[in-house]
């Protein structure tokens, strides 16, 4: 029932932009923070940014500040994140998922997934 889709992934040339959509249903999305990871092959996942019940947002990775913003539309249960001038090491499946509690990127602290999106950047 509880469900997280992530869409919008594709293949773009470096200092392209896209637009990843994640669409909750089965649980109080309001009342949740959401965030989005990434994982590249061979590497942990890791935190990208994270937006709160208030509307408050972190980015975890010094390098996406300035390109990646992360919005969220409680009316259609949806979390955004928008990213542009992308880098080829930005090529990873991104996920999103649901925490009951606070803004973090501990993985662990995470109640639901996605399944993910595959981004991949061409130089």
């Known amino acids: 029932e509880v469900q997280l889709v992530e869409s919008g992934g594709g293949l773009v040339q470096a200092g392209g932009s896209l637009r990843l959509s994640c669409a909750a249903s089965?649980?109080?999305?309001?009342?949740?923070?959401i965030g989005w990871f990434r994982q590249a092959p061979g590497k942990e996942r890791e935190a990208v940014s994270c937006?709160?019940?208030?509307?408050?947002?972190?980015d975890y990775i010094a390098s996406v500040k300035g390109r990646f913003t992360i919005a969220r539309d409680n009316a259609k249960n949806t979390v955004y994140l928008r990213m542009s001038s992308l880098k080829p090491e930005d090529t990873a499946v991104y996920y999103c998922?649901?925490?009951?509690?606070?803004?973090?990127?501990?993985?662990?602290?995470?109640?639901?997934w996605g399944q993910g999106t595959q981004v991949t950047v061409s130089s």
């Open positions: 998922a649901a925490n009951s509690g606070l803004c973090s990127g501990h993985l662990g602290v995470y109640n639901y």
């Open positions: 089965g649980f109080t999305f309001a009342d949740f923070t």
């Open positions: 937006i709160s019940t208030t509307d408050f947002s972190f």
